[in-house]
C-alpha cells in the first residue's frame, strides 16, 4: 500500500466517523446549520479523496449523499428521521467500502453493486420527490454549431495532426451558464482538464457590449474543444456542467489529401524532436559533476554543439547569447551561465515548437499531442487559490502542525523503549561486578552515574511516548450516539445519552480494551435498565430515559461511570435466577446481602434476558464484561437500586505500557506481583497465626485474612516443611478481598514490561505474564486472582 | 500578488482568479495603451479571459503555459477573432 492510499485511508475513516456524529447532531438540533456545512465539507471531501484514487462506487454514493445534503442546505428538504437514517446507511457503506480499501486496495464487487443501488435511492427517494426532474441529470440545452467553421480557427499544422492521428475526434460545445462564477466554477479550469484536449475556440454567445458596460461576472463566454477522447470520457468529465455542453463527433477531412502534408508535418516534428533531445543530452553532459580543469573542454566542445544545432533554426541574436554564455562559463570556470542559457532555450521551445510528439512506427502521428503538455506543466503555484464565491473552501497550504502517524510506529517506539529501560536496568548488576570481582570501587560508582543520567533521560522519553499513545476517551464514546439511537429505536424506547469527559485522555490500548465492554454495557442498560415509555409514566418517571455516561481520571486511573435511571436490578430475582441455573446453593442464598446478590450477575454463565434477544443476550453476560477489564488492570463495581436504575463503575489504569512489580522470593526462585495489588508487607510469628480447618488466618489491625503459602500456591513444596518461627508476609488485594501470602523473602520494586504469556504457555493459569530483568533472567509475574 | 500593475503593462502571475477580474477591467479602461503580459500566468480564470476578450488589450509576453497559449496565441490574434 503506498503511503498515499494509507493517508487516504486514515483521513477517510475519519471523515466517516465526523459525519455520523454531525448526522445525529443534525438530528436532534434540525437547524444545525454548523453541522450541516461540516457534514457538507466531510462528505464532499470524501468524494474529491476517493475520485483522485479512481474508488467510483465511493465517489458515486458520497456524490449522492452531497447532492442531498445541498437540497437540504438550500432549504429544499427538511430533516427526519428517515433522511438521516439513509444518510447513516450511505456513511456505513462508504466504511464497508473503505475496509475493502484496506485489505484489498481496491473495492469488492458487490460493494460496488450495493453502491450504485445507494445511491439510485438516496436520489430517487429524496431528490426527485421534492425538487422534481431538475436535479436528475437535466437535458442539455446546448446543440452543436451548425457549421464546423470553428476548425478553421485551429491552426492548420494542429489540425492536421489531429486528423492524422486515425483516432476519431469529439467535439465538445460547452456554454458555461452566465451564473456560474457565483458557484466557484471555473469553465475555463474545466476546459483546461479536458481529457484528450487538442485545442480550445473561445468565442462569445452575445455580442459584447461597449467596454465600460461589461459585466464581469457574467459570463458569455462559448468553448469549442477538440478532442481525442472518447465521447463517454468526455461526457464524464464535464457530468457536473451536463446541461451546458453538447458532445458530438467530428468528421475527419479527406485523409488522402492531407496524406502528403501529413508526412511532412511527421518529417518535421521528428527533427524537432530530435533537436530538443539533443539539447537536454547537452545539459545533462553540463550537470555531470567533474574536475576543475576539465569544465573548459567540457564547456567549449558543449558550445560547439548547441552552435551546430541552433544555426538553422535560431536567429542570429540567440547565437551571440549562445557564444556570450560560453564565453561567461569559460571566464568563470563553470558550466552554469551556460546550463542556465540552455534552460532559457528549452523553455522557449516547449511552447512554439511543441516537445517532441513521440512517432510510433507506421501508425503515422503523434500519439500524444504537444498541446498535452499542459499536463506536464508546472502545477499552478503561489497565488491565492480560491475562487469566486467558493462553495467548498479549497484546503489551504498550511504549515504542518499535526503529524497523523501510524499506530504502528508508535507501537515501535513504545517496545523500544521498554527495551532500554530493560538494558538500562542491567548497568547496576554491572557496578555490582566491577566492585566485587575487580574490586574497582571507582569504577562501578562512575557506572552507577551513568545509570542515574541514562535512568532519568529514559524515563523522560517513556513519558514522552506515553504521551503520544494517550487517546480521549471520547474516540471510543463517538460510538455510542449511533449505537443509543439504533437500539432504542429497535427496542420502541426514549433515551437521552449524555456523555461527560470525553476528553479525558488515557492509553490507547486501555481505550482498545474498553470499547467492547462500553457496548455491552450500554446495550443492557437499554435492553434491560430502562423501561418502555408506557411503563415509565406509570412509575412517575419521565418518558424519556436517561443514560450518563462520564469519564474522569483519577490519580493514575481512569473511572467510567454508566449510570441510567431505568428499573435497576432485583436483587431477588438474580438470586432465584442463579440458584435455577446452579450457580450458588441454598445455604449461600439466605447468608447473601442484596448488594452481594447483583454482583452475582459477573459470573459465569449468568444471563438475566428470559430470552435471548439480538442486543444484550448473545450467550454472554457481565463475566464477559469483567474479564476483559481484568486483562488490562481494570475493575468493575455494580450498584442498583430497583426502580430507580443502575450504576456501573469501570476503574482502568491510565496506562499499561510499564508496570511496576514486586519481586517476591520462594523457593530460591523470584516471582513478581503487579504493585496495584500490594497493600502492605509484614512479618507475622507464627503464633499470632491461626488455623481454621486447613486455612491458616490471622489478625490484622482487626481484619481476619486468610494466608495462602506461596510454595504451596505455585506447588513448590509443601507447607508443613516451613519450620520458622516467623512469617514473611505480602498483603495483597487482588480482587475484592484482601488476602496474605507467605513468602520467603522481598526484594525490590521494578519498573517491567509486562509481555503476555503466548502460545501453549498462554494456557497455563495463575500467571499474568513475564518480564525481562537486568540480568537477563526471566520473571515470571503472578496473578494472584487466578492462584487462590 | 497574481496581478502587478506596473507601468504601462499588467504583468499576470500564478493563478488569476475571478476577484482579479473587475481589477484588470477598471486598469485597461484607464490605460488603453498599456499592454497586458501573461507570459507568467498559469492559469487565468474565465472571467479574466472574458476581460481579456472583451476588452481586447494588446498582449504583451506570450504565455509560457501551453494551453493559455492555445487560447491567447503569440499575440493577440485569436482575442481579435470574429465572432460566429
Redesign the interface.
Same mark, same amino acid.
Given at each position: 500500500m503506498t503511503p498515499l492510499l494509507e493517508q487516504f485511508l486514515i483521513e477517510a475513516r475519519d471523515i466517516v466517523e465526523a459525519t455520523a456524529a454531525n448526522l445525529l447532531q443534525l438530528e436532534s438540533q434540525t437547524g444545525d446549520s454548523e453541522a450541516l456545512d461540516s457534514l457538507f465539507r466531510h462528505v464532499h471531501t470524501l468524494k474529491g479523496n476517493a475520485g483522485l484514487f479512481g474508488f467510483r462506487p465511493l465517489v458515486e454514493v458520497s456524490h449522492a449523499a452531497e447532492d442531498v445534503l445541498d437540497e437540504i442546505r438550500e432549504g429544499n428538504l427538511g430533516v427526519d428521521s428517515d433522511l438521516i437514517d439513509s444518510l447513516l446507511e450511505a456513511m456505513d457503506l462508504a466504511g464497508q467500502m473503505l475496509v475493502s480499501v484496506e485489505e484489498t486496495e481496491g473495492i469488492d464487487a458487490s460493494l460496488e453493486a450495493d453502491a450504485v443501488e445507494l445511491a439510485r435511492r438516496l436520489r430517487e427517494g429524496w431528490l426527485s420527490q421534492k425538487t422534481g426532474s431538475e436535479t436528475a441529470a437535466p437535458p442539455s440545452v446546448v446543440s452543436p454549431?451548425e457549421n464546423q @467553421?470553428?476548425l478553421n480557427?485551429i491552426p492548420e499544422t494542429v489540425r492536421l495532426a489531429a486528423f492524422a492521428s486515425g483516432k476519431p475526434l469529439q467535439g465538445v460545445r460547452y456554454i458555461?451558464e452566465p451564473e456560474?462564477?457565483f458557484k466557484g466554477e @471555473?469553465?475555463?479550469?474545466t476546459v483546461?482538464k479536458t481529457p484528450g484536449l487538442i485545442?480550445? !475556440?473561445? *468565442?462569445?454567445r452575445e455580442?459584447?457590449v461597449p467596454?465600460?458596460q461589461?459585466d !464581469?461576472?457574467r459570463?458569455?463566454? &462559448?468553448f469549442d474543444l477538440l478532442s481525442q477522447e472518447s465521447e463517454a470520457a468526455l461526457k464524464e468529465h464535464f457530468r457536473y456542467v451536463a446541461d451546458q455542453i453538447a458532445v458530438y463527433n467530428v468528421p475527419c477531412g479527406d485523409s488522402r489529401q492531407e496524406a502528403g502534408l501529413n508526412h511532412a508535418l511527421r518529417e518535421n516534428s521528428m527533427v524537432e524532436g530530435l533537436r530538443r533531445d539533443i539539447l537536454i543530452s547537452q545539459r545533462r553532459v553540463l550537470e555531470q559533476t567533474s574536475p576543475p580543469e576539465t569544465i573548459h573542454g567540457r564547456v567549449t566542445s558543449v558550445g560547439k554543439t548547441l552552435d551546430a544545432v541552433l544555426r538553422t533554426v535560431r536567429g542570429q541574436v540567440a547565437l551571440i547569447s549562445l557564444a556570450e554564455a560560453v564565453t561567461r562559463a569559460k571566464d568563470h570556470n563553470t558550466p552554469e551561465p551556460l546550463i542556465e542559457w540552455l534552460d532559457e532555450e528549452l523553455?522557449a521551445q &516547449?511552447?512554439v515548437t511543441?516537445p517532441s510528439p513521440p512517432v510510433s512506427g507506421n501508425s503515422g502521428g503523434p500519439e500524444s499531442a504537444?498541446?498535452r *503538455?499542459?499536463e506536464q506543466?508546472?502545477p499552478?503555484?503561489?497565488? *491565492?487559490?480560491?475562487?469566486?464565491n467558493a462553495r467548498v473552501p479549497a484546503p489551504h497550504e498550511e504549515s504542518v502542525t499535526v503529524l497523523k502517524v501510524p499506530m504502528a510506529k508508535v507501537d515501535r517506539l513504545m517496545e523500544l523503549i521498554g527495551e532500554m529501560v530493560v538494558a538500562k536496568n542491567a548497568l547496576p548488576y554491572l557496578a555490582a561486578r566491577a566492585e566485587q570481582e575487580n574490586g574497582s570501587a571507582g569504577l562501578a560508582r562512575e557506572i552507577k552515574m551513568q545509570y542515574a543520567i541514562m535512568h532519568r533521560i529514559a524515563q523522560e522519553m517513556q513519558d514522552g511516548i506515553q504521551q503520544v499513545r494517550m487517546l480521549p476517551v471520547g474516540s471510543v464514546f463517538r460510538r455510542f450516539p449511533r449505537l443509543v439511537r439504533d437500539l432504542s429505536k429497535d427496542l420502541g424506547k426514549q433515551v437521552e445519552l449524555v456523555v461527560e469527559g470525553e476528553e479525558t485522555e488515557v492509553d490507547k490500548n486501555i481505550v482498545e480494551a474498553l470499547g467492547d465492554p462500553m457496548i455491552h454495557i450500554l446495550r443492557n442498560s437499554l435492553d434491560h435498565g430502562i423501561e418502555p415509555p408506557a411503563e415509565r409514566s406509570a412509575a412517575g418517571k419521565t418518558p424519556m430515559g436517561r443514560l450518563l455516561v462520564r469519564a474522569s481520571q483519577d490519580g493514575d486511573r481512569v473511572r467510567i461511570l454508566v449510570e441510567d435511571d431505568g428499573r435497576g436490578i432485583d436483587p431477588a430475582v438474580i438470586k432465584r435466577k442463579a440458584y435455577e441455573k446452579g450457580l450458588v446453593d441454598e445455604a449461600k442464598l439466605d447468608s447473601m446481602s442484596d448488594e452481594e446478590a447483583i454482583q452475582l450477575v459477573f459470573l459465569p454463565g449468568f444471563s438475566t434476558a428470559a430470552s435471548v434477544s439480538d442486543l444484550s443476550g448473545r450467550g454472554v453476560g457481565m463475566d464477559v464484561v469483567r474479564r476483559s477489564l481484568d486483562k488490562v488492570g481494570g475493575t468493575v463495581q455494580l450498584t442498583s437500586r430497583p426502580g430507580a436504575g443502575t450504576s456501573i463503575l469501570l476503574s482502568l489504569p491510565l496506562s499499561m505500557a510499564i508496570s511496576r512489580v514486586m519481586m517476591i522470593r520462594a523457593c530460591g526462585r523470584t516471582f513478581g506481583v503487579p504493585l496495584e495489588q500490594v497493600v502492605e508487607t509484614v512479618r507475622i510469628s507464627v503464633g499470632n497465626t491461626h488455623k481454621i480447618g486447613h486455612r491458616r488466618v490471622t489478625l490484622l489491625r482487626g481484619e481476619v485474612i486468610p494466608l495462602y503459602s506461596a510454595k504451596e500456591l505455585l506447588c513448590l513444596a509443601a507447607d508443613e516443611t516451613d519450620t520458622s518461627a516467623e512469617f514473611s508476609v505480602l498483603v495483597a488485594r487482588p480482587g475484592g478481598e484482601t488476602i496474605g501470602l507467605i513468602v520467603d523473602g522481598f526484594a525490590q520494586a521494578i519498573d517491567v514490561i509486562v509481555k503476555p504469556l503466548e502460545g501453549p504457555l498462554a494456557k497455563l493459569p495463575g500467571y499474568a505474564g513475564t518480564a525481562l530483568l537486568g540480568d537477563g533472567s526471566i520473571l515470571l509475574i503472578l496473578n494472584l486472582k487466578e492462584l487462590l | 500578488m497574481?496581478i502587478e500593475y506596473l507601468t504601462g503593462r499588467a504583468r499576470l502571475?500564478?493563478?488569476?482568479?475571478?476577484?482579479e477580474?473587475?481589477g484588470l477591467?477598471e486598469w485597461? %479602461?484607464q490605460h488603453p495603451q498599456g499592454a497586458v503580459d501573461l507570459s507568467e500566468a498559469? =492559469?487565468? =480564470?474565465?472571467?479574466i479571459?472574458?476581460?481579456l476578450?472583451?476588452?481586447k488589450p494588446a498582449i504583451a509576453g506570450?504565455? =509560457?503555459?501551453?494551453?493559455l497559449?492555445? %487560447?491567447i496565441g503569440d499575440g493577440s490574434a485569436?482575442l481579435r477573432?470574429e465572432?460566429?
Open positions: 454549431p @467553421d470553428w480557427r458555461p456560474c462564477f @471555473d469553465p475555463l479550469f483546461r485545442w480550445t !475556440v473561445v *468565442s462569445h455580442q459584447w467596454v465600460e461589461m !464581469v461576472f459570463c458569455n463566454l &462559448i523553455r &516547449i511552447p511543441a504537444p498541446w *503538455s499542459a506543466s508546472p499552478l503555484r503561489g497565488g *491565492s487559490r480560491k475562487s469566486a | 497574481p502571475q500564478g493563478y488569476c482568479t475571478a476577484e477580474a473587475e477591467l485597461i %479602461l498559469e =492559469h487565468i =480564470h474565465t472571467a479571459l472574458q476581460v476578450q472583451c476588452a506570450s504565455p =509560457h503555459d501551453p494551453f497559449r492555445t %487560447l485569436e477573432g465572432p460566429q
